[in-house]
């Protein structure tokens, strides 16, 4: 059992350029989020996911958009990468329902992304 | 605005120290998480508190939900060299969304 994993885990860009970072969850969970991780900021919601084709705007969406085409995946895409989205990407998932349980995130081992 | 502040920052013990992590917010949480990260690796959930007051237990662990649901609180007694991370905390603005609201973190050292 996999879990959720993220690649690539390690990419530069230049400015400019675009990139995609994959997601895939093999736990059959309906929640599935883009976090990034700076330090001194813990992790920001960029994007999610409350189901197979559906997305929302997190709290730092600006420069990203995702896609949800199948329930198992979760992309991030960068148009135009910029020397501020220089950081550690987080894919994340979580299974539906109600309570406690539904906000238990499965984390993926992180994506580091800089951009010269 | 973080809405959630984690205190202290950084946080450098010889083992056999006790140790107090807090997380303090003026908004109220459904519930709460703790996370412990490792370097290069994602973070790991470690407990959810979801009722005021409760506390739970986690070997030298103990995290508690404030009465009000707006702070929290991990003490670690007697902490070892493997305690060493990233102790994340999260709240949830709601009970089924799983959009969680993270604190800055709290990276601890314990030295041997």
């Known amino acids: ?116 | 605005t973080q809405l959630l502040e984690q205190s202290p920052q950084f946080l450098s013990i010889q083992e056999g120290e006790n140790l107090t992590v807090y997380c303090n917010s003026s908004s109220v949480f459904s519930s709460l998480q703790w996370y412990r990260q490792e370097p290069g690796e994602g973070p790991v959930l470690l407990v959810t508190v979801v009722t005021g007051g409760e506390v739970k237990k986690l070997k030298r662990l103990t995290f508690q939900f404030g009465d009000a649901r707006k702070d929290s609180s991990l003490h670690i007694t007697a902490a070892q060299p493997g305690d060493t991370g990233l102790y994340l905390c999260a709240g949830a603005r709601s009970s089924n969304t799983g959009k969680l609201i993270f604190g800055q973190g709290t990276t601890l050292q314990v030295k041997p």
């Not at chain 1, 883009?34 to 001194?40: A, F, I, L, T």
Request: with cysteine.
């Open chain 1, 1 to 116: 059992n996999a879990g959720v994993t993220q690649t690539p885990k390690f990419r530069v860009l230049k400015t400019g350029q675009s990139m995609t970072l994959l997601c895939a969850q093999d736990m059959n969970h309906e929640y599935m989020y883009w976090y990034r991780q700076d330090p001194g900021m813990g992790l920001r919601l960029i994007h999610y996911s409350v189901g197979e084709g559906t997305t929302a705007k997190g709290e730092v969406p600006d420069g990203y958009n995702v896609s949800r085409l199948k329930k198992q995946n979760f992309l991030l895409g960068l148009e135009s990468a910029a020397p501020s989205q220089t950081s550690v990407y987080f894919c994340a998932s979580s299974p539906l329902g109600g309570g406690a349980g539904a906000n238990v995130l499965t984390f993926g081992a992180g994506s580091r992304l800089t951009v010269l």
